[in-house]
């Protein structure tokens, strides 16, 4: 569960003393999506992307190993949204993977992280860039259950008494995952989860575009190099069509 399911602040304005967090771990829950930046440019710097074993083989087998995982994270991120889409944003969501973890949303967003990883495939980044995430996700994870306790406390005293882990799914509730997955919310899955898709995947054309520049040169790169400038235009675009017709989408509902 997180706190993305919390509700608006009481009407009043002004939150309860036990929704308001203060420390390093409300810090790091208030900057997690700025965070990976400064780290992401030290390691774009530093640490440039690598061949396996120096093996184009083995790196276009590290691709699409690192796809899938990011594959598989998004997917994540989509079925819990889609699942409890009639809890959305206001109550304990207990649905879908759910019923597996308590943080599906925080797992997909480290598989995807991972899968990224791997496409890079610098040995150094792996250190760098999963240990800062696990522990920022094991620091607001924690967080975020104080403020659900508080918020919904009998709702999720009772999600918490069946004992499902943290992050690592409970495979024996797979089939109640599965069975509480309908009806499942397409457009609210694919709503939220848009600009998750469009980033992840210019990451990895803005990986091939790196490592292939630093493998080869911009000369003998160029040819290539075209290509993953043209599909980083399309994803960029296709990001700013789909953030235009969910901002209409909005007005025209009001």
């Known amino acids: 569960m997180t706190a993305e399911a ?13 929704l308001i967090q ?4 409300a ?22 992307p690598t061949y396996p074993l120096a093996s184009p083989g083995l790196d276009l087998l590290s691709d699409g190993v690192g796809t899938a995982v990011c594959l598989l994270g998004q997917w994540l991120r989509a079925w819990a949204w889609g699942s409890n889409a009639e809890v959305d944003k206001f109550g304990v969501r207990e649905r879908g993977p759910y019923a597996l973890m308590r943080h599906p949303l925080y797992a997909g967003n480290f598989l995807i992280v991972l899968g990224l990883v791997v496409v890079y495939h610098n040995p150094w980044v792996y250190p760098l860039f ?24 009998q709702d999720y005293e009772g999600y918490r008494a069946v004992a499902v882990p943290r992050f690592l799914p409970a495979l024996s509730q797979l089939p109640q995952a599965l069975g509480t997955t309908r009806p499942f919310g397409w457009r609210l899955a694919w709503r939220k989860e848009y600009e998750s898709v469009c980033g992840w995947l210019a990451g990895i054309v803005g990986i091939q575009l790196y490592e292939g520049v630093a493998a080869e040169g911009w000369t003998a790169a160029w040819p290539a190099t075209r290509l993953w ?26």
């Not at 235009?244 to 009001?254: C, G, H, I, Q």
């Open 6 to 18: 919390s509700p608006p602040p009481p009407p009043l304005g002004e939150r309860p003393a036990g």
């Open 22 to 25: 203060t420390g390093f771990a």
């Open 27 to 48: 810090w790091l829950r208030r900057y997690r999506r700025s965070l990976p930046i400064p780290l992401a440019i030290l390691v774009l710097i530093f640490f440039p």
């Open 130 to 153: 999963l240990l800062p995430f696990a522990y920022l996700y094991d620091a607001i994870t924690k967080l975020e259950e104080h403020r659900l306790h508080w918020r919904f406390t």
């Open 229 to 254: 400038l043209g599909l980083l235009i399309v994803v960029g675009l296709a990001n700013v069509a789909l953030k235009t017709l969910k901002r209409r989408a909005r007005r025209n509902s009001k």
